[in-house]
């Protein structure tokens, strides 16, 4: 029976037991009269030692086994005579399933950069880093999937195709059937109006909030910013709950208690993969992942935050003043230095706030909130919606927004309105902040961001 690397190393195979194990060489030693290949499957961290000696009737195959070949061994559980392993295979049986030209296969075992890696990145999730990275990355979409699914939230699909802007900026990528070039009319193309690639799941969602009580999307959205920085990708993946009679608190409290939830969850489940970031990409992880589950998270309105900033002896590269939407470093410098912890910014200007937050009985501030924390600076951003057809009409107005192309949205508050609210997490900050890692593109498996689309 074929067994995962995983359950052979956690001693859930008996000694003695005969198996098959699958996986891809790591490295071969040939000594006299027998062979090590040290092998992985993806499924842990750790390799599996495999032993042969020369009197197996398929050696040849494990003299040609080089490195990044693929093999299925079959053999029996030992215990192992070597230091740092508990169990081995000590093989009957080795088969070559595919070779690896040693000459080409660009996956040694040294050190690549991720910059190399990035390039090869159809085969980078062989190697350990970005092994460890898929694998936190789906456990701890389980993660997310299970904190709503106990809170009463039901799971939801919004549509990838959309053909308003939520976010009101012009970021969408643009989806079309005409011929490039051509003349023809927008009535022409296949939706018979402009259509383009979700930017956020949002304005959908609240539809279905406004009927289910609690939803959450977890989906990929997609934005045409020309941003090519280490936070920034064109295709990412965003969890975006949404509650019916709630309010802004009611909102910050989930966001909160969604992080110190997968945080907690990575470090008790994942803690072996988390030990290859703490060890070589952020010494002292740990430290700081338990310091998010350590202290309620400060929160602050923003103009307090803008007051510490602008009166603290630090030397910004944009000068922080009311009005502006705060920077990475202003944001890190709030968590990382001032607080020292994650930071929760609520009632911005209006003027920098997308039309559909709630407008403050100031008439000056919206009900909106990010949540920061360290290393990463925003993680999460939202607000409570503004319930009030009168003053959405104004707003968009103000906006100079198609009412047109919102006359469903804008139904959603003729008939039964209800506060509400939401917020949306891009996962892949998320998986920067548990990792240490300090650029997106290594944490999504084929990054999409301005002038690559490889693979």
Same mark, same amino acid.
């Given at each position: 029976?074929?067994?995962?690397?995983?359950?052979?190393? !956690?001693?859930?195979?008996?000694?003695?037991?005969?198996?098959?194990?699958?996986?891809?060489?790591?490295?071969?030693?040939?000594?006299?009269?027998?062979?090590?290949?040290?092998?992985?499957?993806?499924?842990?961290? /750790?390799?599996?030692?495999?032993?042969?000696?020369?009197?197996?009737?398929?050696?040849?195959?494990?003299? !040609?086994?080089?490195?990044? /070949?693929?093999?299925?061994?079959?053999?029996?559980?030992?215990?192992?005579?070597?230091?740092?392993?508990?169990?081995?295979?000590?093989?009957?049986?080795?088969?070559?399933?595919?070779?690896?030209?040693?000459?080409?296969?660009?996956?040694?075992?040294?050190?690549?950069?991720?910059?190399?890696?990035?390039?090869?990145?159809h085969l980078r999730a062989r190697t350990n880093k970005f092994g460890a990275i898929f694998r936190l990355r789906s456990r701890c979409s389980l993660a997310v999937h299970d904190f709503f699914k106990e809170r009463g939230f039901f799971y939801v699909h919004t549509p990838i195709i959309t053909g308003s802007d939520c976010e009101g900026a012009g970021e969408l990528f643009r989806v079309t059937?005409?011929?490039?070039?051509?003349?023809?009319?927008?009535?022409?193309?296949?939706?018979?109006?402009?259509?383009?690639?979700?930017?956020?799941?949002?304005?959908?969602?609240?539809?279905?909030?406004?009927?289910?009580?609690?939803?959450? %999307?977890?989906?990929? %959205?997609?934005?045409?910013?020309?941003?090519? %920085?280490?936070?920034?990708?064109?295709?990412?993946?965003?969890?975006?709950?949404?509650?019916?009679?709630?309010?802004?608190?009611? !909102?910050?409290?989930?966001?909160?208690?969604?992080?110190?939830?997968?945080?907690?969850?990575?470090?008790?489940?994942?803690?072996?993969?988390?030990?290859?970031?703490?060890?070589?990409?952020?010494?002292?992880?740990?430290?700081?992942?338990?310091?998010?589950?350590?202290?309620?998270?400060?929160?602050?309105?923003?103009?307090?935050?803008?007051?510490?900033?602008?009166?603290?002896?630090?030397?910004?590269?944009?000068?922080?003043?009311?009005?502006?939407?705060?920077?990475?470093?202003?944001?890190?410098?709030?968590?990382?230095?001032?607080?020292?912890?994650?930071?929760?910014?609520?009632?911005?200007?209006?003027?920098?706030?997308?039309?559909?937050?709630?407008?403050?009985?100031?008439?000056?501030?919206?009900?909106?909130?990010?949540?920061?924390?360290?290393?990463?600076?925003?993680?999460?951003?939202?607000?409570?919606?503004?319930?009030?057809?009168?003053?959405?009409?104004?707003?968009?107005?103000?906006?100079?927004?198609?009412?047109?192309?919102?006359?469903?949205?804008?139904?959603?508050?003729?008939?039964?309105?209800?506060?509400?609210?939401?917020?949306?997490?891009?996962?892949?900050?998320?998986?920067?902040?548990?990792?240490?890692?300090?650029?997106?593109?290594?944490?999504?498996?084929?990054?999409? %961001?301005?002038?690559?689309?490889?693979?």
């Open positions: 029976m074929t067994q995962a690397i995983v359950d052979i190393l !956690n001693s859930r195979i008996p000694e003695n037991d005969e198996v098959i194990v699958n996986g891809w060489v790591r490295t071969r030693r040939d000594a006299k009269g027998f062979s090590f290949l040290e092998i992985n499957d993806g499924s842990c961290l /750790a390799n599996l030692q495999i032993v042969a000696v020369e009197s197996i009737p398929t050696y040849e195959a494990v003299k !040609n086994a080089q490195t990044g /070949a693929s093999v299925s061994i079959r053999g029996k559980v030992v215990a192992s005579q070597g230091k740092g392993q508990k169990w081995e295979i000590q093989a009957d049986e080795v088969t070559l399933v595919g070779q690896a030209d040693p000459e080409t296969y660009p996956l040694q075992k040294k050190r690549h950069s991720d910059e190399f890696l990035r390039e090869i990145a059937t005409l011929p490039p070039g051509a003349a023809s009319k927008v009535e022409d193309d296949f939706f018979g109006k402009n259509a383009g690639l979700t930017v956020s799941g949002q304005l959908e969602g609240e539809m279905l909030a406004l009927a289910l009580g609690k939803i959450y %999307t977890f989906g990929p %959205t997609f934005r045409a910013e020309n941003s090519n %920085t280490p936070r920034h990708a064109a295709e990412f993946w965003m969890i975006e709950p949404e509650m019916a009679f709630a309010d802004l608190h009611d !909102n910050m409290d989930l966001a909160e208690d969604m992080i110190k939830y997968v945080v907690k969850f990575a470090l008790d489940q994942c803690r072996d993969d988390l030990s290859l970031f703490d060890k070589f990409v952020e010494p002292g992880l740990f430290d700081r992942l338990e310091n998010l589950l350590a202290d309620k998270y400060e929160r602050l309105p923003y103009s307090q935050a803008i007051d510490i900033l602008s009166s603290s002896k630090k030397k910004f590269e944009y000068e922080p003043k009311y009005g502006m939407d705060m920077q990475t470093e202003h944001e890190r410098y709030l968590c990382e230095e001032h607080f020292k912890k994650p930071v929760i910014v609520h009632d911005y200007p209006s003027s920098i706030k997308p039309f559909y937050m709630r407008l403050s009985d100031d008439g000056k501030t919206v009900a909106a909130m990010d949540l920061l924390v360290p290393k990463v600076g925003e993680l999460v951003g939202g607000s409570q919606r503004e319930e009030r057809l009168d003053v959405l009409i104004q707003r968009m107005a103000e906006m100079e927004m198609c009412m047109d192309d919102y006359w469903w949205y804008l139904d959603s508050r003729r008939f039964g309105t209800a506060p509400h609210a939401g917020f949306g997490l891009g996962f892949e900050r998320l998986l920067m902040l548990l990792t240490g890692v300090s650029n997106i593109r290594d944490v999504i498996p084929f990054p999409r %961001t301005p002038k690559n689309l490889e693979f």
